[in-house]
């Protein structure tokens, strides 16, 4: 027997044997309970049993029960209770009571061999001597645990693996549901008093970031304050029911501005990224992925159902394959997109479709099956080869036929019949090709996968060139060029008109061309019987404009070389020449064509294929060709994923929705509901939020996320102050404020930061759409931060300071406090260009020192200043005044007051929701 088969039978032997790649006999299943087993030891010692429970029953979790737990049993073998310890596997008890050195289970996590060492290589470090030290001398002690020591939950009863049902709401009828819930659960812990509401202008405020990421102006702070003052006259008035708050909350949902605030969170979550490269060599997403970005402003304008978003984004090319203004929103996928490889890339497209909509963690089953939810690595690859066939193309757009300059990314079946194979190990150097696998979903969610049924597309999406605007965009540039010429010509000098005459021919020539080829391409989609006339002809129009640029080629050669005559330098002159005569070689060659027989004529493009390496080098291989048949596959999966019926999917979108409302999360691993991740702080609250997500409101859509939004809003829960003072049994009680006994206050994100500066100083530029604004634009631009590039190599430094969003993954940012954020307030062009503008504004009637105070606080913090603030202030304007010119700065007429306003945009309250 061979020294490796000998290492496998002594694995095997002691029952602690975990090899990767899905070896056959490994079992993903929840083990029978077994008899109880009798531990040694009358009368274990208190201290013995306090150290079972705090050290080695949590030291066992952590390191062996992934492999031998209720989720795996490796060679038979249990370690989440002492008795199955001591039952142990197929070789019998992993310890012996009272014996360590007679222990398997001490000898394997203690060999010198380390591929006899348990956790295997990779699977984990080494036990450290303390852990070894305590494993010891708990087996020392006789292995003592609890009599009523319980195995491991079986995996598939996990809370966010079970169906969502909708709990009854506590508390009196028609409260709130969001307090009923949190009422409930304050009470459980003893917690009577909570924060009161805040006062109305931080309410106001609040809203304001929060749903359209901008601060009220001081004429809206005022306008919407008296509103309140009236008792809702407004309101009646209009014969509304609701008071001053709903009608705030209902007129931001309905202000085109939180489509874009809120389209920035959705980004964060669905990896947003302009391309990105090497120069100008594409490597990562899409140069034009930008109209995904205003797809996704757009559908949150029109509270397009999450579930909808959610189908279009996955597969709106097998739903909607006629609808370009939908297939854009397969940015989603095209943004994946990798020019060398295609392992990352489906890599990448698992891992977040998994983490994105389902909180799952599907990319820790590559290459084994996962070590805490029950997932095999099949069903890993089986959900990779929903997107095995997809690829990416550019899309003519209106008005611009160069998919160099603009076109729609988007993604289509290229490859319908690419396999998929488990990758050994994750190698993807050792596909395992004896066993192609096919799509699939992992079963224990309960629900399942519709039949994936092939798509038979429209001639349009296949043949993109059909769309009207494709062979309009072809004329409607080469119109302008003709138009163009014949200007040039009018104001062209007597010398130079033979050159700009055979310009003006040339386009005249390229226009015809073009009309003959879509007249040609148009006969032959309607089986026209002169198409093969119309082909002819267009040939011969292909041929005179090539004819006619080869003319105007000579022409341009014999003006260089007489220009170059006067040259004394002999190169110049030989190098003109050769010019020429390669111009006159390339117009005969061309009159000759004009006669030769039969030919084809290019197509006009509709679309092109996104190459890759790993596919095409752009010599031997052909393009991917569009099939006029998609797979289907995406399509199932999208139905799957957004069935009412799934577990996972709208918790984990209520989930981000209250951590961007009220600051924290309802569970904590944003991307993770597995068995490794948070359980909920609240799981009733959450299950009825996701319960009321699918359903909707009374009288709207399923799925509404901004009925999700005004359900939050509205809470007391989210109206409470953000102080502490005055409840300090709650702080004790729950320091973590885990039970909401008051408002989290939040920190602006970068995008809101920047936005707001602007915003006050009324120089923000809130006009939807377009391509993105690049870096060297970036510094003197007006746009909203949303319209930024952001990709892994450009994001704007001011807003990676306030912990911009991460462009490989962000499901939830970073939150920091540094000193560079202070410095880029300070010192940041924006900052000072605003301040200077907002106390110009603020002092434009001649208001004195006091009335200017107020207003500033007003316009910057949207709050009064106290009379301690307004105090210091006062005396900062004076003693600003007393220094020489060149020591204050700033921007006349009167640079004390840009200062003050500069200084409020670097106060706390300014970059912070209270």
Same mark, same amino acid.
């Given at each position: 027997?061979?020294?490796?088969?000998?290492?496998?039978?002594?694995?095997?032997?002691?029952?602690?044997?975990?090899?990767?790649?899905?070896?056959?006999?490994?079992?993903?299943?929840?083990?029978?309970?077994?008899?109880?087993?009798?531990?040694?030891?009358?009368?274990?010692?208190?201290?013995?049993?306090?150290?079972?429970?705090? %050290?080695?029953?949590?030291?066992?979790?952590?390191?062996?029960?992934?492999?031998?737990?209720?989720?795996?049993?490796?060679?038979?073998?249990?370690?989440?209770?002492?008795?199955?310890?001591?039952?142990?596997?197929?070789?019998?008890?992993?310890?012996?009571?009272?014996?360590?050195?007679?222990?398997?289970?001490?000898?394997?996590?203690?060999?010198?061999?380390?591929?006899?060492?348990?956790?295997?290589?990779?699977?984990?470090?080494?036990?450290?001597?303390?852990?070894?030290?305590?494993?010891?001398?708990?087996?020392?002690?006789?292995?003592?645990?609890?009599?009523?020591?319980?195995?491991?939950?079986?995996?598939?009863?996990?809370?966010?693996?079970?169906?969502?049902?909708?709990?009854?709401?506590?508390?009196?009828?028609?409260?709130?549901?969001?307090?009923?819930?949190?009422?409930?659960?304050?009470?459980?812990?003893?917690?009577?008093?909570?924060?009161?509401?805040?006062?109305?202008?931080?309410?106001?405020?609040?809203?304001?970031?929060?749903?359209?990421?901008?601060?009220?102006?001081?004429?809206?702070?005022?306008?919407?304050?008296?509103?309140?003052?009236?008792?809702?006259?407004?309101?009646?008035?209009?014969?509304?029911?609701?008071?001053?708050?709903?009608?705030?909350?209902?007129?931001?949902?309905?202000?085109?501005?939180?489509?874009?605030?809120?389209?920035?969170?959705?980004?964060?979550?669905?990896?947003?990224?302009?391309?990105?490269?090497?120069?100008?060599?594409?490597?990562?997403?899409?140069?034009?992925?930008?109209?995904?970005?205003?797809?996704?402003?757009?559908?949150?304008?029109?509270?397009?159902?999450?579930?909808?978003?959610?189908?279009?984004?996955?597969?709106?090319?097998?739903?909607?394959?006629?609808?370009?203004?939908?297939?854009?929103?397969?940015?989603?996928?095209?943004?994946?997109?990798?020019?060398?490889?295609?392992?990352?890339?489906?890599?990448?497209?698992?891992?977040?479709?998994?983490?994105?909509?389902?909180?799952?963690?599907?990319?820790?089953?590559?290459?084994?099956?996962?070590?805490?939810?029950?997932?095999?690595?099949?069903?890993?690859?089986?959900?990779?080869?929903?997107?095995?066939?997809?690829?990416?193309?550019?899309?003519?757009?209106?008005?611009?036929?160069?998919?160099?300059?603009?076109?729609?990314?988007?993604?289509?079946?290229?490859?319908?019949?690419?396999?998929?194979?488990?990758?050994?190990?994750?190698?993807?150097?050792?596909?395992?090709?004896?066993?192609?696998?096919?799509?699939?979903?992992?079963?224990?969610?309960?629900?399942?996968?519709?039949?994936?049924?092939?798509?038979?597309?429209?001639?349009?999406?296949?043949?993109?060139?059909?769309?009207?605007?494709?062979?309009?965009?072809?004329?409607?540039?080469?119109?302008?060029?003709?138009?163009?010429?014949?200007?040039?010509?009018?104001?062209?000098?007597?010398?130079?008109?033979?050159?700009?005459?055979?310009?003006?021919?040339?386009?005249?020539?390229?226009?015809?061309?073009?009309?003959?080829?879509?007249?040609?391409?148009?006969?032959?989609?309607?089986?026209?019987?002169?198409?093969?006339?119309?082909?002819?002809?267009?040939?011969?129009?292909?041929?005179?404009?090539?004819?006619?640029?080869?003319?105007?080629?000579?022409?341009?050669?014999?003006?260089?070389?007489?220009?170059?005559?006067?040259?004394?330098?002999?190169?110049?002159?030989?190098?003109?020449?050769?010019?020429?005569?390669?111009?006159?070689?390339?117009?005969?060659?061309?009159?000759?064509?004009?006669?030769?027989?039969?030919?084809?004529?290019?197509?006009?493009?509709?679309?092109?294929?996104?190459?890759?390496?790993?596919?095409?080098?752009?010599?031997?291989?052909?393009?991917?060709?569009?099939?006029?048949?998609?797979?289907?596959?995406?399509?199932?999966?999208?139905?799957?994923?957004?069935?009412?019926?799934?577990?996972?999917?709208?918790?984990?979108?209520?989930?981000?929705?209250?951590?961007?409302?009220?600051?924290?999360?309802?569970?904590?691993?944003?991307?993770?509901?597995?068995?490794?991740?948070?359980?909920?702080?609240?799981?009733?609250?959450?299950?009825?939020?996701?319960?009321?997500?699918?359903?909707?409101?009374?009288?709207?859509?399923?799925?509404?996320?901004?009925?999700?939004?005004?359900?939050?809003?509205?809470?007391?829960?989210?109206?409470?102050?953000?102080?502490?003072?005055?409840?300090?049994?709650?702080?004790?009680?729950?320091?973590?404020?885990?039970?909401?006994?008051?408002?989290?206050?939040?920190?602006?994100?970068?995008?809101?930061?920047?936005?707001?500066?602007?915003?006050?100083?009324?120089?923000?530029?809130?006009?939807?759409?377009?391509?993105?604004?690049?870096?060297?634009?970036?510094?003197?631009?007006?746009?909203?931060?949303?319209?930024?590039?952001?990709?892994?190599?450009?994001?704007?430094? %001011?807003?990676?300071? %306030?912990?911009?969003?991460?462009?490989?993954?962000?499901?939830?940012?970073?939150?920091?406090?540094?000193?560079?954020?202070?410095?880029?307030?300070?010192?940041?062009?924006?900052?000072?260009?605003?301040?200077?503008?907002?106390?110009?504004?603020?002092?434009?009637?001649?208001?004195?020192?006091?009335? %200017?105070?107020?207003?500033?606080?007003?316009?910057?913090?949207?709050?009064?200043?106290?009379?301690?603030?307004?105090?210091?202030?006062?005396?900062?304007?004076?003693?600003?005044?007393?220094?020489?010119?060149?020591?204050?700065?700033?921007?006349?007429?009167?640079?004390?007051?840009?200062?003050?306003?500069?200084?409020?945009?670097?106060?706390?309250?300014?970059?912070?929701?209270?």
């Amino acid at each position: 027997m061979g020294h490796g088969a000998v290492h496998v039978v002594v694995l095997v032997a002691v029952g602690m044997w975990y090899a990767c790649g899905g070896i056959p006999g490994d079992s993903l299943h929840a083990a029978d309970d077994s008899p109880e087993a009798t531990v040694a030891g009358d009368a274990p010692s208190p201290a013995a049993l306090a150290a079972y429970a705090r %050290f080695v029953r949590p030291l066992l979790a952590r390191r062996c029960q992934a492999c031998h737990g209720a989720l795996a049993q490796q060679a038979g073998l249990r370690l989440d209770t002492a008795a199955s310890l001591l039952a142990g596997g197929h070789s019998g008890p992993a310890a012996s009571p009272g014996m360590p050195a007679e222990s398997l289970l001490l000898a394997r996590v203690t060999d010198a061999d380390p591929t006899e060492r348990m956790p295997p290589p990779g699977e984990g470090e080494p036990l450290t001597e303390e852990e070894v030290r305590e494993i010891r001398a708990w087996i020392a002690a006789g292995c003592p645990a609890p009599a009523d020591e319980r195995p491991e939950a079986d995996p598939r009863d996990h809370w966010a693996f079970r169906p969502v049902e909708r709990p009854a709401v506590p508390g009196a009828a028609g409260s709130h549901p969001i307090d009923g819930f949190l009422a409930a659960a304050r009470a459980r812990a003893g917690i009577a008093d909570v924060a009161a509401e805040a006062p109305p202008g931080v309410l106001v405020r609040r809203l304001y970031i929060d749903l359209i990421g901008l601060p009220p102006s001081p004429e809206d702070l005022a306008a919407i304050l008296a509103d309140r003052v009236a008792g809702n006259a407004a309101g009646n008035a209009a014969g509304g029911t609701e008071g001053w708050y709903e009608r705030l909350v209902d007129r931001l949902l309905a202000d085109p501005r939180h489509a874009q605030r809120w389209a920035r969170h959705w980004m964060d979550v669905w990896r947003y990224s302009d391309w990105w490269g090497l120069g100008d060599q594409l490597r990562n997403s899409s140069p034009h992925i930008w109209h995904w970005r205003d797809w996704i402003v757009e559908s949150l304008a029109a509270d397009l159902p999450y579930d909808e978003m959610v189908r279009l984004m996955l597969a709106a090319d097998e739903l909607y394959p006629d609808d370009p203004a939908r297939v854009r929103a397969t940015g989603f996928l095209a943004r994946n997109w990798f020019l060398f490889n295609r392992t990352p890339w489906l890599d990448e497209t698992v891992e977040h479709v998994g983490k994105a909509f389902l909180g799952l963690t599907l990319n820790c089953a590559k290459c084994h099956d996962h070590k805490y939810d029950p997932l095999r690595q099949e069903d890993h690859y089986a959900f990779r080869a929903f997107f095995a066939p997809y690829h990416v193309r550019h899309d003519v757009v209106p008005g611009e036929p160069d998919t160099d300059r603009d076109a729609m990314a988007r993604v289509f079946d290229g490859e319908p019949t690419a396999p998929t194979y488990l990758l050994v190990r994750g190698d993807d150097a050792r596909p395992a090709k004896d066993r192609p696998i096919a799509p699939g979903v992992p079963a224990v969610f309960g629900v399942p996968l519709p039949l994936i049924e092939p798509v038979s597309l429209p001639p349009r999406a296949w043949q993109p060139e059909r769309q009207p605007w494709a062979i309009e965009a072809h004329r409607a540039v080469a119109s302008a060029r003709v138009a163009a010429a014949e200007a040039a010509l009018t104001a062209a000098a007597a010398d130079e008109r033979p050159l700009v005459e055979a310009r003006l021919g040339a386009e005249r020539a390229g226009l015809a061309a073009i009309d003959a080829r879509a007249t040609a391409m148009q006969a032959g989609w309607n089986a026209d019987d002169a198409a093969s006339h119309l082909a002819q002809a267009a040939v011969t129009a292909e041929r005179e404009s090539a004819v006619a640029r080869a003319r105007v080629a000579v022409i341009e050669g014999e003006r260089a070389a007489a220009a170059a005559g006067g040259d004394d330098r002999a190169h110049a002159v030989e190098k003109a020449a050769q010019k020429l005569a390669t111009a006159r070689a390339a117009l005969d060659e061309a009159v000759a064509a004009l006669t030769a027989p039969g030919g084809t004529f290019t197509p006009l493009v509709g679309a092109r294929w996104v190459p890759t390496r790993f596919r095409y080098s752009g010599q031997d291989d052909p393009p991917i060709p569009f099939p006029d048949t998609s797979t289907g596959r995406r399509r199932a999966l999208a139905a799957w994923i957004t069935d009412p019926r799934h577990p996972l999917t709208p918790r984990v979108a209520v989930n981000h929705l209250w951590l961007r409302h009220m600051g924290r999360p309802l569970v904590a691993t944003m991307f993770d509901f597995g068995r490794k991740g948070a359980a909920p702080t609240h799981p009733d609250l959450l299950d009825w939020l996701a319960a009321e997500l699918v359903a909707g409101p009374p009288d709207g859509s399923p799925w509404s996320l901004r009925h999700l939004h005004r359900l939050i809003v509205t809470s007391a829960a989210y109206r409470m102050e953000s102080s502490a003072a005055g409840l300090e049994p709650a702080a004790e009680r729950d320091p973590d404020n885990a039970l909401l006994w008051r408002r989290e206050p939040v920190r602006l994100e970068a995008q809101v930061v920047r936005d707001a500066v602007l915003a006050v100083a009324g120089l923000l530029d809130v006009s939807p759409g377009g391509p993105p604004v690049p870096p060297d634009r970036q510094a003197e631009s007006r746009r909203r931060s949303l319209y930024f590039t952001h990709s892994d190599i450009s994001r704007n430094p %001011f807003l990676v300071v %306030f912990d911009d969003a991460a462009v490989k993954d962000c499901y939830r940012r970073e939150e920091s406090v540094v000193p560079q954020q202070a410095l880029a307030l300070s010192h940041a062009a924006l900052v000072h260009e605003a301040a200077a503008t907002v106390a110009r504004r603020l002092s434009a009637d001649g208001a004195g020192d006091a009335a %200017f105070v107020d207003r500033a606080f007003i316009a910057v913090l949207a709050r009064p200043a106290d009379d301690a603030e307004r105090d210091a202030c006062l005396g900062a304007l004076e003693r600003w005044r007393r220094l020489p010119d060149e020591a204050v700065g700033g921007t006349p007429p009167d640079p004390a007051r840009g200062h003050l306003v500069w200084a409020l945009f670097n106060h706390t309250d300014f970059v912070t929701v209270r």
